[in-house]
């Protein structure tokens, strides 16, 4: 059974750029949330996704959006990169999203440049 | 204030030492807490899921929750090389989940 995938692993992008992240769920799930983890820190909840809809967002700027496919993968698109985005982006899948056992995939580290 | 503080270690202690790791939380809508271990460049790993109030025991681990004091804790018993990693407790009121800054652990043969 496969985990959580993400991809790429590793990013390096410039300041103003764009970046795009992917998230392949857990089988058998069907909720997504993203998070950022600064170097030293705990991961920081960015939105959920479930049924193809933002449904919950931490306190994160709208630079940050996502999208969520009919096959329950998931993408995370920053904008206008600030040198302050370089951090480890994880995706954790859940079997709904009333469930608080979330699986997380290896993560995604972007460097901003 | 932080939502949740957790220690910041780092913690160094003897094979098969008990280890005792400790959060407090300040939002009383927190129902739900976990525990994760991750690894250095790995994504966090599940460890603990607990509700209510009381311990939880999986083999050589056992949360406790004290709702009342707004603490947490896990302990890890007869601790292994392995289990060296950072260890980040976690915290949902439903909504989102809060997570500490974690709790580095080294276990030294």
């Known amino acids: 059974d496969a985990g959580v995938t993400q991809s790429p692993t590793h990013l390096i992008k410039t300041r103003g750029q764009q970046v795009t992240l992917r998230c392949s769920p857990k089988?058998?799930?069907?909720?997504v949330s993203w998070y950022q983890q600064a170097l030293g820190q705990g991961p920081q909840f960015i939105f959920q996704y479930y049924e193809e809809e933002e449904r919950q967002r931490g306190n994160f700027p709208d630079r940050f959006s996502g999208h969520q496919f009919p096959n329950y993968s998931s993408e995370l698109n920053v904008n206008a990169l600030l040198l302050g985005d370089s951090a480890l982006y994880l995706c954790?899948?859940?079997?709904?999203?009333?469930?608080?056992?979330?699986?997380f995939g290896p993560g995604t580290r972007l460097t901003v440049t | 204030q932080k939502e949740v503080e957790q220690d910041p270690g780092p913690l160094s202690v003897p094979e098969g030492a008990i280890v005792s790791l400790n959060c407090t939380y300040s939002n009383s809508a927190f129902q739900y807490f976990m525990w994760y271990r991750q690894y250095s460049r790995k994504g966090p790993e599940l460890l603990m899921y607990t509700y209510s109030s009381g311990n939880k025991e999986d083999g050589r681990f056992t949360a406790q929750v004290d709702k009342s004091s707004k603490y947490i804790s896990l302990f890890i018993r007869d601790s292994q090389p392995s289990d060296s990693a950072t260890y980040l407790c976690a915290m949902s009121d439903r909504k989102k989940v809060t997570f500490g800054t974690g709790t580095k652990l080294q276990v030294i043969p």
């Open positions: 954790a899948s859940s079997f709904d999203r009333e469930s608080h056992e979330q699986y």
């Open positions: 089988s058998g799930h069907d909720t």
